[in-house]
């Protein structure tokens, strides 16, 4: 309040003074120029009469360095110039002063010098011989004016500011001590301006009731700040303007925002058109739910609207956590579906053939061919059902006991095994690394080895190559599989160790591939507490990582 009283008074003394400097320096400067225009009017009165009588004698015998005169004809040409040859001037017919002296018998203009900062005054008058006799004088601006009277001025403005600053000081400290002493804990103790009297007991009342109320507030506020505190799941309370009053942490770190959202939108926090809209739609019609994403998870929120008295106060956001629960309904219904498809296809292939056998519609010398085919469907869901009870083994996290495993002789034991199938194919297959032995699951270890290195033949290039290493890396045992295939898209990356995902169908269909042999490598590798690594460029290969604990 001192400050603001000290710069009220300290602007208003500026303003005061600068009105008066501009005030002044006006008057001044139009004053000197009238006197210095009556003046130059008076010289051409008597340089008129002087060559109306003496002719350009008089001007030739005139010595005046302040005053210049200049004599006209009629039609503009100069006749004679106290300071320059009058024969060598352009014709002067276009000057205003000359051209109002023609018309008027007088006239009078200035013109402004913008590099001299100075302006030049022209007095003409139209003789009795209808020629014209100009005068002219110059003169400084208000601008060297007040760079002629800058020191005083200044002096002027130093001593008033220095002057009101001192005073400005003193009399906002003077206003402003008895209200800087008052005590508010006590008003009704206060002596001070009477003015404040009523003001004070007000404020007394009211320290009475403010006490009461802070005190209930506190103890309502500790238990629900103890309830929600625990909570996991968010709530955010909303007055009816959307303003947020209350967040306990699980909200807080859904939101992602800090305590100091609080008294601030809610759309300051979350600025998600669908939860917007949600709001909303509670404070329309009593409650809504919408269900949102962040961060990988999904959330069920709950949005209730607050009622006091009959009029809307507010609303509570409740936020459920149902990552969990959708994930695992999400998984059941695409299992469902591709187990089901799955296991239709072969069967309905070995019932067709079944069928046209069973009706003797095969030939005898095409009865091999259809035996042959259904043993291979048979086999088909053979295979698949085992993958399936692979995955449920590892889904349930049954004990399977650790051993001391090499893993170079696995790796060996399992490409030696799968190099016939890659010679159809004219696949190159190549084994480097070295011994590293590890605490593991020998039938885990294959089943990884097998997926992976069986994929890297199934979705490789004719003529390519497969090369699988084994090395240690500080205390872990890394397994590089590195084909080069096809190669996965960017697109499809995160999704290849899924149940039953297939980047393409119809080649995965060709291959005779379930679509769990990756989902079985990743499943073995988190039982086993290793990592899996992905690098691949459609086009160039793939690079698959493993890597697992020594110890």
């Known amino acids: 309040m001192t400050k603001k009283i000290f710069k009220s008074i300290m602007v208003v003394a500026g303003a005061v003074l600068i009105a008066s400097l501009v005030i002044i320096m006006g008057c001044l400067y139009r004053y000197f120029s009238d006197v210095q225009m009556k003046q130059l009017e008076d010289e051409l009165s008597l340089a008129v009469v002087a060559v109306e009588k003496n002719g350009q004698e008089y001007l030739e015998g005139l010595q005046s360095r302040e005053y210049r005169l200049t004599w006209v004809a009629e039609n503009g040409d100069v006749i004679y110039d106290t300071q320059s040859d009058g024969e060598s001037m352009e014709n002067h017919a276009d000057r205003e002063e000359i051209q109002q002296a023609l018309h008027s018998k007088e006239g009078r203009s200035s013109r402004y010098s913008t590099t001299l900062l100075e302006k030049t005054l022209y007095c003409a008058r139209r003789m009795d011989d209808g020629t014209v006799l100009r005068i002219s004088v110059r003169s400084v601006t208000v601008w060297v004016l007040v760079w002629g009277m800058m020191q005083p001025i200044f002096i002027v403005v130093v001593t008033a500011l220095v002057l009101s600053g001192i ?293 490789n290039k004719d003529g390519g190559t497969v090369e699988v290493s084994v090395k240690r890396q500080e205390d872990n045992a890394v397994i590089f599989v590195k084909d080069s295939g096809i190669g996965i898209p960017p697109e499809h990356q995160t999704r290849i160790f899924e149940r039953f995902y297939r980047v393409d169908k119809s080649r995965s269909k060709e291959s005779g591939g379930t679509g769990l042999g990756l989902s079985i490598v990743k499943h073995a590798v988190q039982y086993l507490n290793g990592k899996i690594d992905l690098q691949s460029s459609p086009g160039e290969g793939t690079v698959i990582q493993i890597s697992l604990s020594v110890c």
């Open 167 to 459: 005073l400005a000081s003193r009399i906002s400290k003077h206003i402003m001590e008895p209200l800087n002493s008052l005590d508010l804990e006590k008003p009704l103790e206060n002596d001070t301006y009477e003015e404040l009297a009523p003001l004070l007991s007000r404020i007394n009342k009211q320290h009475r009731q403010i006490d009461m109320q802070l005190s209930e507030l506190q103890r309502k506020n500790d238990e629900f700040t103890q309830i929600t505190h625990g909570m996991t799941e968010g709530l955010v309370l909303l007055d009816e303007k959307n303003v947020i009053l209350n967040i306990n942490p699980a909200a807080l770190k859904l939101f992602r925002t800090s305590h100091s959202c609080k008294g601030k939108d809610f759309l300051t926090v979350e600025r998600s058109n669908d939860v917007s809209h949600a709001i909303q739609d509670a404070f329309s019609n009593g409650h809504s739910e919408i269900c949102m994403e962040r961060e990988g998870k999904e959330y069920q929120l709950h949005i209730n609207r607050i009622e006091s008295n009959g009029a809307v106060i507010g609303a509570v956001v409740l936020a459920f956590d149902i990552t969990e629960a959708a994930f695992a309904e999400r998984n059941r219904r695409e299992f469902t579906a591709n187990v089901s498809h799955e296991l239709k296809t072969p069967l309905q292939s070995i019932m067709g053939s079944a069928e046209l056998m069973e009706n003797g519609l095969v030939k005898s010398e095409d009865m091999t061919r259809f035996v042959g085919h259904i043993r291979t469907e048979a086999g088909r869901l053979v295979t698949l059902i085992d993958d399936i009870i692979r995955l449920s083994q590892l889904d349930e996290g049954c004990d399977i006991p650790f051993e001391d495993v090499d893993l170079y002789e696995v790796v060996t034991d399992v490409t030696t095994g799968l190099e016939d199938i890659a010679a159809k194919k004219n696949i190159e297959f190549t084994v480097t690394g070295e011994s590293v032995r590890i605490k593991s699951v020998r039938r885990l270890l294959t089943e990884i080895i097998f997926n992976l290195c069986d994929n890297a033949i199934k979705y």
